[in-house]
């Protein structure tokens, strides 16, 4: 089985409306990034998460982890057209194998103007 | 400021031709340096890295290889594509707790 589920798989919010991504793993995580990507582009880099608990912002976006170090959640307040894309989250799977990243199916977002 | 270069952006080869993609990295000194693949219905999946010169860890054999003769450079290569090598390739480089993505290349494989 896929050791990141994301859910939903794809979602349309009207604009304005807020939104939440939740990227749940199977083991404990030792780092979770996530990432915004449009169509036919390159990842962007929105955060990474280490610690259980731990939340960042930037800009109307928010990721948390839970305490479990097993969930995280990304949340979109106010979302706008520009949100729209594929979301991506990555578990980081530790300096002995590299620091590489296992990616979840992602959550394609649309947001309705 | 750190930048990741891929090319080409866009490539078309038939089956059975022989494949090289290039990656470089520019503003930092030894990153850990990745290729994945992201297929249609398949996700993004980590095709090889590499955390030195010379030093390549493959997840995923195939009929892919990747080489790193510089510590900024990191290449794809493959001796003959198959149609299902198609994909938008990505290149990727990380340093302390950040990993960057490249702008990929499509390939397409007839």
């Known amino acids: 089985s896929q050791e990141l589920e994301q859910s939903p798989q794809s979602l349309i919010v009207q604009e304005g409306k807020n939104l939440t991504i939740n990227c749940t793993s199977s083991?404990?995580?030792?780092?979770l990034y996530w990432y915004k990507q449009k169509y036919g582009e390159g990842l962007i880099f929105l955060m990474m998460l280490q610690k259980g608990g731990e939340e960042k912002s930037h800009e109307k976006i928010t990721a948390k982890l839970d305490e479990k170090k097993q969930q995280s959640s990304l949340h979109i307040t106010a979302s706008q057209p520009s949100h729209a894309g594929i979301y991506l989250c990555?578990?980081?799977?530790?300096?002995?194998?590299?620091?590489?990243?296992?990616f979840g199916a992602g959550t394609i977002l649309r947001v309705k103007s | 400021s750190q930048t990741i270069h891929q090319w080409p952006a866009t490539l078309v080869q038939p089956v059975g031709s022989p494949l090289s993609l290039e990656c470089t990295v520019e503003?930092?000194?030894?990153?850990?340096l990745y290729w994945y693949r992201q297929a249609a219905g398949r996700g993004l999946q980590l095709l090889f890295y590499s955390v030195g010169i010379g030093q390549i860890s493959s997840e995923v054999p195939q009929n892919l290889s990747a080489s790193r003769p510089q510590d900024r450079q990191f290449i794809l290569s493959s001796k003959k594509l198959l149609l299902s090598d198609s994909g938008f390739y990505l290149c990727?480089?990380?340093?302390?707790?950040?990993?960057?993505f490249g702008p990929g290349t499509r390939l397409t494989v007839l």
């Open positions: 503003g930092t000194s030894n990153p850990n």
């Open positions: 990555g578990a980081d799977k530790g300096i002995e194998y590299g620091n590489k990243l296992v």
């Open positions: 990727a480089w990380r340093i302390t707790n950040e990993q960057f």
């Open positions: 083991k404990t995580l030792y780092g």
